[in-house]
Nanobody, 121 residues
Framework: QLQLVESGGGLVQFGGSLRLSCVASGFTLDYYAMGWFRQAPGKEREGISC????????NYADSVKGRFTISRDNAKNTVYLQMNSLKPEDTAVYYCAASSTPRCPGAFGSWGQGTQVTVSS
């Protein structure tokens, strides 16, 4: 069974940092682009970052560019999202997703359950 499990969410103060992790099981991430998404209450799901299968190409939404960094360790079957300079508007449930393609933008068909990130003022 394919499974993606996010971790690392929590409560952080304004300007703080968190690192989210997404561990895959049931398949290897080597061949697939991976993405991070978020959804705040009452808002549409927002794609915030994508990384190619090799990790050499990345992209970011303007809302997080310069503050968030996506990375991957294929040997550990894990994707990370380092979040710095967090703002209250970053409060959301964060999801990782696997694409059926090796390059970004992906075609995301496999999703984790999400992890809550809350940024206080």
């Amino acid at each position: 069974q394919l499974q993606l499990v996010e971790s690392g969410g929590g409560l952080v103060q304004f300007g703080g940092s968190l690192r989210l992790s997404c561990v895959a099981s049931g398949f290897t991430l080597d061949y697939y682009a991976m993405g991070w998404f978020r959804q705040a209450p009452g808002k549409e799901r927002e794609g915030i970052s994508c990384i190619s299968s090799s990790g050499i190409r990345t992209n970011y939404a303007d809302s997080v560019k310069g503050r968030f960094t996506i990375s991957r360790d294929n040997a550990k079957n894990t994707v990370y999202l380092q979040m710095n300079s967090l703002k209250p508007e970053d409060t959301a449930v964060y999801y990782c997703a696997a694409s059926s393609t090796p390059r970004c933008p992906g075609a995301f068909g496999s999703w984790g359950q999400g992890t809550q990130v809350t940024v206080s003022s």
